[in-house]
């Protein structure tokens, strides 16, 4: 009665196909978690069948109850799905539950990514001016530091990123060599 049951059991739950995985096993997770949300479907399906109406409901008066913890406690003893996770076997970063191993759609995301430095290395660029609190006097004192670099965000400063990559003086630019004469067609952008 008992494997005979559990076959009952199992082609009764893959009927409901929410409570497949893509492989078309069970999956015990998702089956307990309904479970515990006395989800209206599952306790239909377990209902419409003798054998688990017998099993996992008790009738009050004309109403049945179903006995959640009777259910999940056969779940585990009998291993309805053979795992407890709907994860593979294998260790790994996923995007979209698929392995990044498994796919072509991988992107390197680090901060400022979306920005563009507008650099000051040199001295020759200028200087900032800035003020600074000076305790002994009790009052601000101006400063002069050489330019810091700026990062321009592509959403809060388009106008300054577009003006920093649209093409300066030089234009049409050719290279020559005692082989050919070549058109240059990338740039270097030095500001």
Same mark, same amino acid.
């Given at each position: 009665?008992?494997?005979?049951?559990?076959?009952?059991?199992?082609?009764?739950?893959?009927?409901?196909?929410?409570?497949?995985?893509?492989?078309?096993?069970?999956?015990?997770?998702?089956?307990?978690?309904?479970?515990?949300?006395?989800?209206?479907?599952?306790?239909?399906?377990?209902?419409?069948?003798?054998?688990?109406?017998?099993?996992?409901? @008790?009738?009050?008066?004309?109403?049945?109850?179903?006995?959640?913890?009777?259910?999940?406690?056969?779940?585990?003893?009998?291993?309805?799905?053979?795992?407890?996770?709907?994860?593979?076997?294998?260790?790994?970063?996923?995007?979209?539950?698929?392995?990044?191993?498994?796919?072509?759609?991988?992107?390197?995301?680090?901060?400022?990514?979306?920005?563009?430095?507008?650099?000051?290395?040199?001295?020759?660029?200028?200087?900032?001016?800035? @003020?600074?609190?000076?305790?002994?006097?009790?009052?601000?004192?101006?400063?002069?530091?050489?330019?810091?670099?700026?990062?321009?965000?592509?959403?809060?400063?388009?106008?300054?990123?577009?003006?920093? @990559?649209?093409?300066?003086?030089?234009?049409?630019?050719?290279?020559?060599?005692?082989?050919?004469?070549?058109?240059?067609?990338?740039?270097?952008?030095?500001?």
């Amino acid at each position: 009665m008992s494997t005979n049951f559990k076959e009952t059991l199992i082609s009764l739950l893959k009927s409901d196909e929410r409570l497949l995985d893509k492989d078309s096993e069970l999956m015990g997770n998702k089956i307990q978690d309904l479970a515990d949300k006395t989800d209206e479907k599952l306790i239909e399906l377990l209902l419409n069948n003798d054998n688990t109406r017998d099993k996992f409901f @008790f009738k009050v008066k004309e109403v049945f109850v179903f006995k959640t913890s009777d259910f999940k406690f056969y779940l585990d003893e009998n291993k309805i799905n053979n795992s407890y996770t709907q994860y593979e076997n294998r260790i790994g970063l996923t995007s979209g539950g698929k392995f990044l191993k498994d796919s072509n759609d991988v992107v390197l995301d680090f901060p400022y990514k979306d920005c563009i430095l507008e650099g000051g290395q040199s001295s020759d660029e200028g200087l900032d001016l800035y @003020f600074e609190w000076n305790e002994n006097n009790q009052h601000y004192i101006e400063k002069t530091t050489s330019r810091k670099e700026i990062f321009f965000n592509q959403v809060l400063a388009n106008d300054e990123i577009d003006r920093l @990559f649209e093409p300066k003086a030089l234009a049409n630019l050719k290279k020559y060599s005692y082989l050919n004469e070549k058109e240059i067609t990338y740039w270097l952008y030095i500001l």
